[in-house]
């Protein structure tokens, strides 16, 4: 038979099992929905009993709906073909493996979960080692239909005259691929050394490290998915929290969990981990660079105890008669008094009250024995207390802070200087103070904020809570996936390109995970963060009560042609040990361009590369350029009219990746960032097949 008509053949067998596994997934879609039903008609029946048996028909009906809802939610997610693998092992028993695990009416498995330990031979078998595989099969579907198939053979010795074996080489069909908008999973191909970290325990760090394009974010991410799926129990109610760099990137890789049918994994950008603020905007590097440093915890804390720019300056309350009268340095040691015991000034209110009547009673004191008078000092305290005027009083000068208010009052540069002082120079003060100043509601919080925000929301304490038009708690709608503002009990944590984490960052992102297990991604060659070992510091506190560490190294780059990563490796030449940069495994004979482009003629060269690498691929194509230049790149390319083109800043490229890239004057990425060689290799290092640099210099070349 032809190689053509036997890869037919075994289309159609690997068809007619698919075709199974789909009338036995609609037959469990209707048995849950049957359960579900039959849920609520319990709920209905409840009314009728007793109120002991109510409760107990009420929580049945609970649990009933809400396994029928999850079920649902599994069978229902968007698969992109549900079964993509088969072993066929040397005693001829036959395993698929699929995203999703799926058994007949008589409990035979029908597919197993690429997750269970049975699949996990399709990963972990090789040549040297089959684990009594034969014959490793990777089915390629597009919805319920086989387009293809491509066989490994692991015990040559061992295959029947019965089996065919067709084709070669899954993962480089996959690598080749075009890219679209978003990530895809790499379920069928995870590669050995990939699910041995996927597979990894779960308690305590878990690091991968690893070059470009070596897999870190896809097996983060399957690693999640794993987690979930074998320790459901302890990470599933707590939840797993993924973080990326930016916007763009988290959702770059939104479609990868669920295409897993995992729903229940909240992904947020660095701008996005404190509730209710969303940040994209990026400081210039000097100043990012200052508000990450862990000096700002020594001046946030010192400018919320500083007295609030609207207090008034001395207090005159009249008791008996009589003014007592605290002058501004009476007022100030009151404060300070209150701020002593270390508590959160919106903790602290009462005391800052009773600390005040005292401080009144002082004067009040003070004042008789001059007259020879006595005064009842517990009956003062307690009539002042009562006061609306000393209420009145107390709001203005002992206010609830919130954290945006505090941060504002640092746009005052004296204010500023004061809480600054000893930490920051007078050049640091001004750059901060201006970056604050005016930062009122239309304009917005930069990325590195955020994380300032949230130092303040801990220092803060929390503002008292509104009592009137709260809704009782029955009354509450029931939203099991929604969590508590601010939540801090994930089970575990996942971050990613967590080289640039300034240590305030790790502080804030530290805090949402007091209780986790973690796994810690990145690459310390494509760091933009100024100061590494401030933030391994801060890091390893984030990690709280996660001691064991373990660590695995990526070294193969699926991302790049070898062609690309070579360009790309050179401009890093001397800042790398050449053990950190991976082995690109594709070559596919197209050079990048270089091309020497005038000052004046970059909106032109910018459009034509654009054009031909979108006349060159299938997928997307990105035009990376220097933050700064973001919006006039994207008028000059605006009339392609084409969807799979998009602009993209230095900085928000990380971790994405395009079938093509025009690189705009590497130059200016170098300038614009404290670690500059690094984040020009993060911007070469984003095509999968072709790369057109325009450059109006050479410089960039020449490693420094
Ligand atoms: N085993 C695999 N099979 C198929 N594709 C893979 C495999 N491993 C990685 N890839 C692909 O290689 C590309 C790079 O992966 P990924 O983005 O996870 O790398 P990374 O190490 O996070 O890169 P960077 O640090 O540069 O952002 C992705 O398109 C990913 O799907």
């Not at 005693?91 to 498995?109: C, I, K, M, P, Q």
């Not at 692991?154 to 080749?176: F, I, T, W, Y």
């Not at 983060?220 to 973080?243: I, N, T």
Request: contains cysteine; neutral net charge; proline residues 4%.
């Amino acid at each position: 038979m032809s190689e053509s008509r036997v890869r037919r053949a075994e289309i159609a067998i690997e068809q007619t099992h698919v075709n199974r596994v789909y009338v036995r997934l609609a037959e469990l879609r209707a048995q849950a929905e049957d359960m579900r039903a039959r849920g609520y008609e319990l709920g209905l029946g409840a009314q009728r009993e007793a109120v002991f048996e109510q409760a107990s028909m009420l929580y049945e009906r609970d649990m009933m709906v809400f396994h029928a809802n999850q079920t649902l939610q599994t069978l229902d997610a968007e698969y992109e073909g549900l079964v993509f693998g088969r072993l066929d092992h040397a005693d001829s028993e036959t395993v698929y493996v699929g995203r999703l695990g799926v058994r007949d009416a008589e409990f035979n498995n029908l597919v197993t979960d690429w997750r269970a330990p049975a699949a996990a031979a399709f990963y972990q078998a090789t040549a040297e080692e089959p684990m009594n595989v034969v014959r490793r099969r990777v089915i390629r579907c597009s919805g319920q239909s086989v387009l293809d198939i491509d066989d490994d053979v692991l015990m040559p010795e061992s295959v029947p005259d019965s089996m065919n074996v067709v084709g070669e080489g899954a993962l480089m069909a996959a690598l080749g691929r075009s890219r679209g908008d978003t990530m895809r999973d790499i379920v069928a191909t995870i590669q050995k050394e990939q699910d041995e970290v996927i597979r990894a325990p779960w308690r305590g760090v878990t690091e991968i490290t690893g070059g470009p394009g070596t897999g870190k974010t896809a097996v983060a991410l399957h690693r999640a998915a794993y987690l979930l799926y074998r320790y459901r129990r302890q990470l599933g109610g707590a939840g797993v929290l993924v973080v990326g760099p930016s916007g763009v990137f988290t959702n770059y890789i939104s479609r990868v969990l669920p295409s897993m049918g995992e729903t229940n994994v909240e992904l947020r950008s660095l701008g996005q981990v404190l509730d209710g603020i969303d940040a994209t905007r990026h400081d210039p590097a000097p100043l990012a660079a200052i508000k990450g440093s862990l000096r700002m915890r020594k001046v946030l804390g010192k400018a919320m105890r500083d007295t609030p720019p609207d207090a008034p300056a001395d207090m005159k309350i009249v008791y008996r008669g009589e003014v007592l009268r605290l002058d501004a340095k009476e007022l100030d040691k009151v404060r300070r008094k209150v701020h002593g015991n270390g508590a959160p000034p919106n903790r602290s209110r009462v005391r800052a009250a009773e600390t005040l009547l005292e401080a009144l009673a002082d004067k009040a004191e003070s004042y008789a024995k001059a007259d020879g008078r006595e005064i009842d000092r517990a009956q003062l305290i307690t009539d002042l207390g009562e006061r609306i005027d000393f209420h009145r009083f107390l709001v203005v000068w002992w206010p609830v802070l919130y954290p945006a208010q505090v941060l504002r009052w640092l746009g005052d540069e004296r204010r500023l200087a004061r809480a600054g002082r000893g930490v920051l120079t007078a050049e640091e003060v001004s750059l901060l103070a201006a970056s604050l100043r005016d930062r009122g509601r239309d304009r917005k919080w930069t990325v590195a904020d955020v994380a300032l925000l949230d130092e303040l929301r801990v220092l803060l304490g929390p503002p008292p809570k509104r009592r009137r038009g709260r809704r009782s708690a029955a009354e509450q709608p029931r939203d099991g996936n929604r969590r508590p503002d601010h939540y801090d009990e994930y089970s575990h944590v996942v971050v990613d390109e967590s080289q640039d984490l300034s240590p305030m960052q790790w502080r804030m992102v530290g805090r949402r995970g007091k209780y986790a297990s973690w796994t810690v991604v990145g690459d310390p060659v494509q760091s933009s963060w100024p100061d590494p070992a401030e933030a391994a510091s801060a890091r390893d506190q984030a990690f709280g009560v996660s001691t064991a560490r373990r660590r695995y190294t990526l070294r193969t780059n699926y991302r790049n042609s070898a062609e690309i990563f070579d360009l790309a490796a050179r401009v890093v030449a001397g800042h790398a040990k050449s053990d950190e940069l991976p082995r690109a495994v594709r070559t596919t004979g197209v050079v990048p361009q270089v091309r020497h482009v005038e000052a004046g003629a970059f909106e032109t060269a910018t459009q034509v590369a654009a054009k031909e690498l979108l006349d060159a691929v299938e997928g997307t194509v990105g035009v990376i350029c220097a933050m700064d230049r973001v919006d006039e790149v994207r008028r000059w390319v605006a009339g392609q009219g084409d969807e799979r083109l998009k602009v993209v800043g230095s900085l928000d490229s990380k971790g994405l990746e395009y079938d093509a890239v025009v690189l705009v004057e590497p130059t200016e990425l170098i300038e614009e960032s404290l670690t500059g060689r690094r984040v020009l290799y993060v911007a070469l290092t984003r095509a999968t097949q072709q790369l057109t640099v325009l450059a109006s210099d050479e410089a960039w070349l020449a490693p420094a």
